[in-house]
């Protein structure tokens, strides 16, 4: 494969990547725990936070959730992004990895990223992730304290969100690349 054909592909999959990141934009997802909704986009992005009207939240608390959990997923999503460029970096280079190497680096990363929190302060809500974008803890400060039943409910909301927005995106990747076929194609292996 000449530098102009591996230049098409790489064109390729940007258009591809632009056709899934505007159709994720596009898509709402709620996750509910106990009395606490949490309403986020496909690509991730924490829209709203909202209790039930026989439990309403402090608008404050809320707005605060939702700041703190977009700077923990964009920070989480930073750091795996950095993790996966010498991964993928190869194969735009001289061999394409085979499929099981490509997967043993991969677990590789994910057991880093595990290891590794990531804390996003909104001023009244301090929010801590790993860099699988698991919600670990949320804790309220002095100014708005949060009832710790209330604290499980944001972070059950939130991991439920987060993976229904992840499994999203993984379908739409899946479409975008033609299947489990087309992924294989791309690393050489039919």
């Known amino acids: 494969m000449g530098f102009l054909d591996k230049a098409k592909d790489l064109y390729h999959i ?4 632009k ?15 106990n009395n606490v909704t ?3 986009d496909g690509k991730q ?3 709203e936070a909202k209790g039930t ?7 404050k608390l809320a707005k605060s959730f ?9 920070k989480s999503q930073e750091i795996g992004a950095e993790r996966m460029k010498s991964v993928m970096g190869g194969m735009f280079g001289g061999n394409k990895p085979d499929l099981y190497t490509l997967q043993k680096q991969a677990k590789e990363i994910k057991e880093q990223l595990k290891n590794i929190h990531i804390e996003a302060d909104s001023g009244a809500v301090v929010l801590t992730c790993n860099g699988e974008q698991e ?12 009832d710790p039943s209330l604290a499980k409910s944001f972070l059950d909301a939130a991991n439920k969100a987060i993976k229904k927005s992840q499994l999203v995106g993984a379908e739409k990747m899946k ?14 292996q039919q």
Do not use: H, R
Not at 135 to 146: H, Q, R, S, W
């Open 38 to 40: 949490l309403v986020c």
């Open 14 to 17: 940007q258009k591809q990547a």
């Open 135 to 146: 919600f670990i803890e949320v804790k309220g400060t002095d100014a708005i304290p949060m």
């Open 66 to 74: 939702v700041e703190a959990a977009n700077k923990a997923v964009k």
């Open 19 to 33: 056709v899934i990141e505007k159709q994720l934009k596009g898509i709402t997802i709620e996750a509910t725990s």
């Open 53 to 59: 009207e026989q439990a309403p939240l402090d608008p």
């Open 175 to 188: 479409e975008a690349m033609g299947g489990a076929e087309g992924i294989g194609a791309m690393f050489g």
């Open 45 to 47: 992005l924490f829209l």
